[in-house]
């Protein structure tokens, strides 16, 4: 279709996602467990995504390049289809991050949600069909990861993989897709650094600290889950640490006052807890009996060679570990074989800028642990992946540049 037309029609999904609102973020809070609070949140950043993506058909794509003996014209082009693989943790979310830029560009999809939490992805699926888009161009296929996942990424006639998920099935897409030379992007996990120097605001940064790990349960890639601080500011923020953190409420989702929800599985609880041992500094409290899959919110002391310092929990499990200067402080937070996100926390804005260059790391908020914003890119270094997902450098991972000279001899 034209892009006028493909405009218009991502802008009426935007539309139907917005009037139907309080109904799929009571889905999403009942399709992952997460709290009505953050659900909403979410969903309104869906409206925004798919808004957002709806002015990108009308932006002009190519640009002409003066070239001696003629004229040359780039155009950006369709993909064809392209597989989307979204995660279990921010089901509908994520979906919208893939499939705004997928339709903005013109391509077709097949998008599989996590097989643990596909019924805000079909629900999305039947807003677009209301919203216009043709049958066909927007395809909801749940299933297993084996068996559907990977036969999105060997099939010949998928042009493109968009995949959130951990690192170790990220090295498996990238192998599947080698087949086919397929482009692949890939959002896989982090380890993020939450730094915090000893000029630092304490109290305003002890207090965003607790939502930056425990926010989803902690099953969020961008939680900064190594909490480093600096040895003389050590004591004293470990203090409102714990104090932040015995104040955020655990319980029913869908009660409005609840900040931390259940974990998503009785599996996924098991892997967490194996990582808490050693010296515990705080342990929450979650609720008795009923249904659920609680696990407290926990603060570990640790140096970071330690396990729950070195692998992604995606539980609410933060390591707090002390360096003694900058230098150290850049060296631990680099230690890490991810690289997604992070924050830095001082009041220094030259130490600021130079240690958010030497971060390795694709996301990072300085005095905030704010991550993610429509208009702006997110991915990763290293293993947390490749490519970008958000803003306008999205279109560049769904669609094609082609060049074309014109001689004018």
């Known amino acids: 279709v034209t892009p006028d037309e493909r405009s218009s029609l991502i802008h009426a999904l935007a539309h139907e996602i917005e ?21 909403r949140g979410e969903v309104g950043m869906v409206v925004d995504t798919f808004r957002y993506y709806a002015s990108a058909p009308l ?12 004229v040359d014209m ?4 369709p993909l064809g289809v392209v597989g989307l693989i979204v995660p279990w943790n921010f089901p509908l ?19 599989k949600p996590a097989e643990l939490t596909p019924l805000s992805a079909l629900r999305l699926g039947e807003l677009c ?61 982090g380890k993020s650094a939450n730094v915090i120097f000893a000029d630092a605001d304490l109290e305003k940064a002890a207090a965003a600290a607790p939502y930056a790990v425990f926010d989803n349960a902690g099953q969020d890639c961008c939680a900064r889950s190594r909490i480093l601080v600096e040895s003389s500011a050590y004591d004293r923020f470990l203090e409102l640490l714990i104090e932040a953190t015995a104040g ?9 006052g609840t900040e931390m929800g259940p974990l998503i599985s009785e599996e996924h609880r098991r892997k967490v807890a194996s990582f808490v041992n050693g010296d515990v500094a705080f342990s929450g409290a979650v609720p008795e009996g009923g249904r659920g899959f609680w696990f407290p919110c926990t603060l570990v002391e640790a140096s970071n060679d330690d396990r729950v310092a070195r692998e992604e929990v995606f539980g609410p499990v933060a390591a707090v570990i002390s360096f003694a200067d900058e230098a150290e402080a850049v060296r631990l937070a680099n230690d890490t074989p991810y690289g997604l996100s992070g924050s830095i926390w001082t009041r220094d804005g030259a130490r600021a800028l130079r ?16 991550s993610v914003r429509v208009a702006t890119p997110f991915g990763g270094f290293k293993q947390s992946g490749f490519g970008r997902e958000l803003g306008m450098q999205a279109l560049e991972g769904y669609s094609e540049t082609k060049n074309v000279y014109f001689s004018l001899e």
């Open 19 to 39: 009037a139907r609102a309080e109904e799929l973020a009571v889905l999403e809070a009942r399709n992952a467990g997460k709290t009505i609070g953050d659900a």
């Open 59 to 70: 932006r002009p794509g190519g640009e002409t390049i003066p070239v001696a003996g003629g």
């Open 74 to 77: 780039t155009f950006r082009e």
């Open 93 to 111: 979310n994520i979906a919208s991050w893939k499939l705004g830029p997928s339709l903005a560009c013109g391509n077709t999809v097949v998008l």
């Open 129 to 189: 069909l209301e919203a216009g888009i043709p049958e066909g161009v927007v395809n909801i296929l749940p299933g297993k990861g084996s068996i559907v996942g990977r036969r999105l990424v060997e099939h010949p006639d998928v042009a493109k993989i968009g995949f959130t998920g951990s690192t170790e099935v990220g090295r498996s897409v990238m192998e599947g897709a080698a087949g086919t030379i397929k482009r692949v992007t890939l959002e896989l996990g």
């Open 248 to 256: 955020v409420e655990v319980g029913d989702p869908a009660d409005p």
């Open 355 to 370: 240690v958010a260059r030497a971060v390795e790391a694709g996301v990072l908020s300085v005095n905030s642990n704010s």
